[in-house]
């Protein structure tokens, strides 16, 4: 993956920074985020596929309605490269059009599944006013079950204020993420930081990639 031209850092000397959970929501594994964000009041971005949600919606509106932010992630999780025009845009908008009827507001950020984007998928998003989402902690390789310790250490060694991080809710045993971002969380803000929204993240001063 190359998180080419995406978003994953915004220039910023305060100490803000915006973790991201994508695949849900997940029945098992995304309550159990929420709960973390809840116990310190802190706030999350989750891009969610649209499959998910239409088995998921009451969940999907639970997120939203504890304040954090709903992206767009595609409604079925494909290679967006490999699919023409309009095939394109209709992954995009279902999502987008499923998302806006539940929460009665349009998302603002997308990610691409597999970080796969082009000019054209690029074009698309722009047309349809979103702002593509990277991550700056892409070795810690949370979908692949690494290890705890791993997830936790590679993703300290790579944020820095202004920072986007990956992590994923959905899609099989996602019991190693829970626990890594509950360190994550906990030791983030005992060092200062404050989490919260990839579009607050994004009012913090111009954004580089
Ligand atoms: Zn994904």
């Given at each position: 993956m190359s998180n080419a031209g995406l978003i994953a850092q915004v220039s910023t000397k305060q100490k803000v920074i915006a973790f991201t959970f994508d695949d849900g929501p997940n029945a098992a594994y995304t309550p159990q985020i929420l709960d973390i964000f809840q116990q310190i009041g802190a706030k999350a971005t989750f891009f969610t596929i649209g499959e998910q949600i239409e088995q998921h919606p009451d969940l999907l509106q639970e997120m939203f309605r504890q304040g954090h932010?709903?992206?767009?992630?595609?409604?079925?999780?494909?290679?967006?490269?490999?699919?023409?025009?309009?095939?394109?845009?209709?992954?995009?908008?279902?999502?987008?059009?499923?998302?806006?009827?539940?929460?009665?507001?349009k998302p603002q950020v997308f990610r691409p599944p597999y970080f796969d984007i082009n000019q054209?998928?690029?074009r698309l998003l722009s047309t349809e006013h979103y702002s593509a989402i990277g991550a700056v902690n892409t070795d810690s390789?949370?979908?692949?079950?690494?290890?705890?310790?791993?997830?936790?250490?590679?993703?300290?060694?790579?944020?820095q204020p202004g920072s986007i991080l990956l992590f994923h809710d959905g899609y099989g045993d996602r019991s190693q993420t829970v626990e890594a971002v509950r360190q994550l969380v906990s030791d983030f803000t005992a060092d200062g930081y404050k989490l919260v929204?990839?579009?607050?993240?994004?009012?913090?001063?111009?954004?580089?990639?």
């Open positions: 932010e709903i992206g767009n992630h595609t409604y079925t999780h494909p290679h967006l490269t490999e699919l023409d025009e309009v095939d394109c845009r209709n992954e995009i908008l279902r999502a987008d059009k499923l998302i806006t009827t539940i929460l009665g507001l054209e998928v690029y390789l949370d979908w692949e079950q690494p290890g705890v310790q791993h997830i936790v250490d590679t993703t300290k060694a790579a944020a929204t990839v579009s607050k993240l994004l009012q913090h001063t111009s954004h580089y990639k």
